[in-house]
């Protein structure tokens, strides 16, 4: 019997309202659209602020209390970069409502682009895209073996093995400065936009301007170049985990936007353009 | 005598704090981050949601009153996309204090990543990358001259120069069905990584460390492929405007993950990592 897809729920937040034939709602697509971004973006609101703060981060999904679970799997999300002093405050502040999660209540975007969809009208112009937002409550890891699990998760999403390829574990001073927030997700939903440009009828069925309009998708992909040693680097050549991450990526990159040029049969109700 | 270079107003949300030689306030270059963005990240708070909206939209800045304004001149943000009907509700709420501008208050972010900044531990291990946030108020264009200049101006930051390769002007359905915001900025600011990885002393002085573990930079850059003609396109082959562009454009996407590849000269203060 196949198991269940899982689902996150749909709140009046989350859900695809506009061409909801785009909206998509499992964990697995969620997670990875979020895990295989290079950067996600952050949002949440201080009172000193007239305006939520939006900021770039990096993070990756996954479970310390079970470290094997799949991307379709119920997870969290663990977050480095520039964690302030003002969002660590925000993280510790209690709600005042007992019924709310403890944690700084955090929105948490990431898109690929996947190319340029060029119609027969402006109004028709189009981005092939995958694109996820995340909501959920964060708070800072203080659990040492926890934010070493999410260190080195991290440090392998940047690179895949890349963990033990370096100085570690880290020394004290070190897990003392490096602060990681967790996010429980308390929903989420992804939009994905796959296939050619879509024009009105009466623009497809004028010959003059068919014959005059280039219509098609430009596809957009990330690629690596090859890297380039730093000034106190004193390995020769390429490490071969490093050289053949890269090379995967950027074939695993190209497939993305050549798949996505390709119109994926909606889910269940209307809305193409 | 060389003209003054604009820079936005430092306020206390918009302000880099952490690594704040990397912070930059210059109009122009927070302008060119965002208007080579293909995709833009935008956050609002509505009543109806604990957390603040967060989505994908495509934008350009511009000056109505001033199209032929440069890139370090004031200008705004014209916003096109998913314009929910509650994002336009949001924009006709008038402020309840009257010092306050009239509008939603809106963030928005731009990101551009260049590389894995690769170092001997997990902790100095980076990105390199431009990042760009704009602080303002958004109001609904209603004026059909200036909500043309914006839908043409975006159009050709889609493609340059596709505008009138299209059939234009829009019908007044399509001008009737678009929504497009302007977004007046309060303030903005950018920070930008370039250069090779910033290990500490102890580490750089560690041989068999250095011997062991590969330090440097993976360019990452973002590439058009072959464009792709869709089911009702009769024009053959690829428009020089679009090929063209194309070339252009990975050429300049290579140049830029190589040219951050150089550390910039910090402009003030301190922070390096």
């Known amino acids: 019997m196949p198991r269940q897809e899982l689902e996150y729920p749909n709140e009046p937040y989350s859900t695809v309202k506009r061409l909801s034939a785009r909206g998509r709602y499992s964990l697995k697509t969620i997670h990875q ?9 952050v949002s949440f609101n201080s009172s000193d602020s007239p305006f939520p703060a939006i900021l770039p981060m990096i993070g990756q999904m996954g479970s310390f209390d ?5 991307l379709d799997d119920v997870l969290e999300l663990y977050l480095h970069g520039y964690v302030s002093s003002r969002i660590i405050n925000l993280t510790r502040a209690t709600p005042s409502d007992p019924s709310t999660p403890k944690g700084l209540p955090l929105s948490v975007a990431a898109s690929h682009v996947d190319g340029l969809v060029l119609a027969l009208t402006p109004n028709s112009h189009s981005l092939n895209y995958r694109s996820a937002v995340l909501f959920g409550h964060a708070t800072l890891v203080t659990d040492v073996a926890e934010k070493l ?5 991290i440090t392998n999403a940047i690179v895949p093995d890349r963990w ?3 100085r570690v574990p880290p020394n004290a001073a070190e897990m003392q400065s490096t602060s990681v927030l967790r996010m429980r997700i308390a929903t989420g939903s992804a939009k994905i936009r796959t296939g050619a440009p879509h024009d009105e009828r009466g623009d497809i069925e004028d010959e003059e301007l068919l014959e005059r309009v280039w219509t098609g998708v430009v596809p957009m992909y ?3 170049g090859e890297p380039v040693s730093g ?3 004193k390995v020769e050549g390429v490490p071969g985990y490093l050289g053949e ?3 995967e990526a950027n074939a695993d990159s190209k497939r993305a936007a050549e798949e996505a040029l390709v119109e994926e049969a909606p889910k269940k109700g209307s809305g193409a353009e």
């Open 245 to 247: 991450y890269a090379r």
């Open 222 to 224: 990330q690629v690596f």
């Open 149 to 153: 699990y999410a260190m080195e998760l």
């Open 231 to 233: 000034p106190y680097n």
């Open 66 to 70: 079970r470290p094997s679970a799949d």
């Open 33 to 41: 659209i979020v895990n295989s971004s290079h950067m996600l973006h």
């Open 164 to 166: 033990r390829h370096t």
